[in-house]
């Protein structure tokens, strides 16, 4: 059983930055890509950005290319997701999650994705 666990949220003013960190158990990033998604009152869960099992390919959205920026430590089993010049609009829970399937292409929807973490909260200020 995998378990993601997601710290590091908090209240940070525009133009602040954050960086977010996934805890998993067991050694899931050997074969497994793992994702950032994140989810604003009101609306869907979105895909934020992922990186790929080897590590050497990273994907993100339009509103986070440029600002975010996704890394792993295999070694602590943590996947990072640093956020810069945040807006307040980028404000959210974000969720860490492991693809379902191994050795598979980044996949930017939510249904390729399984073992999510509990959410952390970001909350950006003007």
């Known amino acids: 059983q995998v378990q993601l666990v997601e710290s590091g949220g908090g209240l940070v003013q525009a133009g602040g930055s954050l960086r977010l960190s996934c805890a998993a158990s067991?050694?899931?990033?050997?074969?497994?890509?793992m994702a950032w998604f994140r989810q604003a009152p009101g609306k869907e869960r979105e895909f934020v950005g992922a990186?790929?099992?080897?590590?050497?390919?990273?994907y993100y959205a339009n509103s986070a290319k440029g600002r975010f920026t996704i890394s792993q430590d295999n070694a602590k089993n943590t996947v990072y997701l640093q956020m810069n010049k945040l807006k307040p609009e980028d404000t959210a829970v974000y969720y860490c999650?492991?693809?379902?399937?191994?050795?598979?292409?980044?996949?930017?929807?939510?249904?390729?994705?399984?073992?999510w973490g509990q959410g952390t909260q970001v909350t950006v200020s003007s």
């Open positions: 999650a492991r693809s379902i399937h191994t050795n598979v292409m980044i996949d930017t929807t939510e249904r390729g994705y399984d073992y």
């Open positions: 067991g050694r899931t990033f050997s074969s497994y890509n």
């Open positions: 990186i790929s099992w080897s590590g050497t390919t990273t």
